[in-house]
């Protein structure tokens, strides 16, 4: 049983964007590779066709799990979204407390996390740890690197 998961409408349709490639140009191009594999010859001994029908297999496990996510994704409306406390799709500054640096990020669904974009996933460690916070809490977040202690200095859109 998945989990309904939250996302951006530019989130959500990049997966319906990727599905789209998967189902119209994938999908066809790997049925192509394996025709033509198959008329090589003797299939026992064959490499590119065991090759083709393992892609094919991999792909439409791809194609069903991101069928799935989709299934149970929901959009966030950024206009009902209770900026006195952190949750999805909220901006949050954040302060380290043990070298005073501040960061920004945004949180989001796992499947839109991007570090370089400041956009980190509602299920790491820290995005966990900010959740249902607000302004001017000090909290100890469990990361690879140890416990570490920030204080939430602002949330925005």
């Known amino acids: 049983m998945s989990q309904i998961a939250y996302y951006t409408e530019e989130g959500l349709q990049k997966l319906k964007d990727e599905l789209q490639q998967m189902e119209k140009v994938d999908r066809p191009a790997i049925t192509r590779a394996i025709a033509e594999a198959r008329d090589k010859g003797d299939l026992s001994e064959n490499a590119e066709y065991d090759a083709a029908r393992e892609a094919q297999g991999l792909l439409e496990l791809r194609i069903g799990k991101l069928k799935e996510v989709l299934s149970n994704a929901r959009i966030v409306d950024a206009?009902?979204?209770?900026l006195s406390k952190v949750s999805i799709l909220t901006k949050v500054k954040i302060k380290n407390l043990k070298n005073k640096a501040m960061m920004q990020y945004v949180i989001v669904a796992e499947n839109e996390a991007n570090l370089k974009e400041g956009k980190i996933s509602i299920d790491s460690p820290i995005g966990k740890g900010l959740l249902g916070?607000?302004?001017g809490d000090k909290v100890d977040i469990n990361v690879p690197a140890g416990v570490i202690?920030?204080?939430?200095?602002e949330i925005s859109l």
Request: charged share 35%; aromatic share 8%.
């Open 149 to 153: 202690p920030f204080e939430i200095v």
């Open 79 to 82: 206009s009902l979204l209770d």
């Open 133 to 135: 916070r607000k302004v």
